[in-house]
Nanobody
Framework: QVQPVESGGGLVQTGGSLRLSCASS????????MGWFRQAPGKEREFVAAITRSGHTTYYADSVKGRFTISGDNDKNAVYLQMNSLSPEDTAVYYC?????????????????????WGQGTQVTVSS
């Protein structure tokens, strides 16, 4: 079992920045990758970014490329999501997720079904 816990959400104006953190506990040595997903009201949960534990390979949704940066600290069992140039369309609950599965094809890390462990989420609201 791995228990991810998110923090860092809040209210920010358009064009502003936020940094989300995800601290994991439990059997973190089994983690192969961590991902961030988000879900806006009335919409399905969507992939935002992911990072592998070994090599720190990163993946991003097209909608956040160039604005968001995912990073990880294996020693702290933590993953971060730096979000810049935020817009109201980024308003959502952001979830951190962990998977013990290893894939060579990065697309698999963009699927929510890949992840076995999920945090409770943190709200990000961007005002216009």
């Amino acid at each position: 079992q791995v228990q991810p816990v998110e923090s860092g959400g809040g209210l920010v104006q358009t064009g502003g920045s936020l940094r989300l953190s995800c601290a994991s506990s439990g059997r973190t040595f089994t983690t192969a990758a961590m991902g961030w997903f988000r879900q806006a009201p009335g919409k399905e949960r969507e992939f935002v970014a992911a990072i592998t534990r070994s090599g720190h390979t990163t993946y991003y949704a097209d909608s956040v490329k160039g604005r968001f940066t995912i990073s990880g600290d294996n020693d702290k069992n933590a993953v971060y999501l730096q979000m810049n140039s935020l817009s109201p369309e980024d308003t959502a609950v952001y979830y951190c997720a962990a998977t013990t599965l290893t894939y060579r094809i990065g697309a698999y890390y963009q699927a929510s079904r890949t992840y076995q462990y999920w945090g409770q989420g943190t709200q990000v609201t961007v005002s216009s």
